[in-house]
C-alpha cells in the first residue's frame, strides 16, 4: 500500500505478471492513492482517496486493507462453500462476485462509520474510489469498481475500457451532452460517503498474453486511450510499460497523483 511518495510493488506467479507504480506526480507534495498487489498473485487493488492528504491517504489506505483481508485465500475458501452455479458461469465464479461485492460493502461500511464518528459534516467526509481484478483459477477475471479509477483490457492490440466512470460528466455524456458539461472529478459514486454503494461487476474468460491495467484518474487526465493503447504495444515487460506510464503522465503534467497497476496473464488457469 502506499501513503506518500513513491511506491512500486511487483509479483511473479505461473499464472500472471503484475507490477504496480504509485507516484504523487508533479503539483503534489502528498500522495492520496494506494496500491496492493496479492503475493499469490490472485487480486490486484487501487483506490484513489479524496479528503485532501491525510484524509485522503487514510481512506484510501483503509479500504484497500479491508478489501485485502475480505479477499485472502483462507477466508474465499470458506465464503466459496456450496456455491452452485448461476447464470451459465461456473460457481467459482458466481461466488467470487458475491465475496466481492461483500467485500467492498464491508470496507464502505468501516469507513462511513469512522467519517460518522468523528462528527464531521458530510462535506467533510474522507472517501476514496476503488478500482480491483480478481484473477480466478477456473480461467475468469473479476473485475469491480467504484468511483472514476479505471479498468482496461489490452487484447489482441486492441485497448478495451472494461469499466463506465461512476461521475458527472459520464451521465453528461451518456444523456447526449445536454446542458452544461460538468467537471469530470465530480463523482455520483465513491465509497465512504453514504451506508451503501452499488457496485459495478464483470466478468469474463481470460486469454493468455491479456494484458489488464487498473489506473487513476491521474494517468488518464493526463493521457489518451490511444496513447496508453501504443505505449502498452511496445511489447515491454509490465514493469517497463508502467514506469513509461507513470513518466509520461509527469510530462505531461503530473497534475494529480498517479496510480498504475498492470497484470498480464501468462498461462490458463
Known amino acids: 500500500m502506499n501513503q506518500s511518495g513513491k511506491t512500486n510493488l511487483q509479483v511473479e506467479t505461473r499464472l ?7 507516484d504523487p506526480g508533479q503539483q503534489r507534495s502528498h500522495n492520496e492513492d494506494a496500491i496492493f498487489i496479492n503475493d499469490q498473485g490472485k487480486f490486484l487493488l487501487l483506490a484513489d482517496g479524496m479528503g485532501g492528504q491525510r484524509n ?22 470458506i465464503q466459496l462453500e456450496d456455491i452452485t452455479e448461476s447464470g451459465g458461469v461456473p460457481p467459482e465464479v458466481s461466488g467470487l462476485c458475491s465475496v466481492v461485492e461483500n467485500a467492498v460493502s464491508q470496507a464502505n461500511h468501516i469507513l462511513y462509520q469512522t ?24 480461467g475468469y477475471i473479476i473485475a469491480f469498481h467504484i468511483g472514476d479509477s479505471r479498468i482496461y483490457r489490452l487484447r489482441g492490440g486492441q485497448l478495451t475500457k472494461i469499466t463506465k466512470d461512476h461521475s458527472l460528466y459520464q451521465e453528461w455524456f451518456d444523456h447526449g451532452q445536454i446542458g452544461k458539461q460538468p467537471k ?7 465509497i465512504g460517503f453514504n451506508k451503501y454503494v452499488q457496485l459495478d461487476t464483470y466478468c469474463s474468460k481470460y486469454l493468455k498474453n491479456d494484458l489488464y491495467l487498473l489506473c487513476s484518474d491521474g494517468l488518464t487526465n493526463m493521457l489518451t486511450d490511444r ?43
Open 16 to 22: 500472471i505478471s503484475a507490477y504496480g507504480v504509485s
Open 115 to 138: 467519517n460518522c464518528r468523528e462528527n464531521k459534516s458530510k462535506y467533510e467526509f474522507m472517501g476514496t474510489t476503488l478500482a480491483g481484478v480478481y484473477v480466478a483459477s477456473c
Open 184 to 190: 469530470k472529478n465530480i463523482l455520483t459514486q465513491a
Open 227 to 269: 496513447r496508453i493503447e501504443k505505449i502498452l504495444n511496445r511489447r515491454f515487460n509490465v514493469g517497463d510499460c508502467a514506469d513509461i506510464l507513470l513518466e509520461e503522465a509527469n510530462d505531461a503534467g503530473g497534475l494529480d497523483n498517479i496510480s498504475v497497476v498492470l497484470c498480464q496473464i501468462k498461462a490458463m488457469g
Open 56 to 77: 485522503g491517504a487514510q481512506a484510501s489506505s483503509i479500504v484497500i486493507a479491508s478489501v485485502a483481508r475480505q479477499l485472502r485465500p483462507e477466508i474465499i475458501d
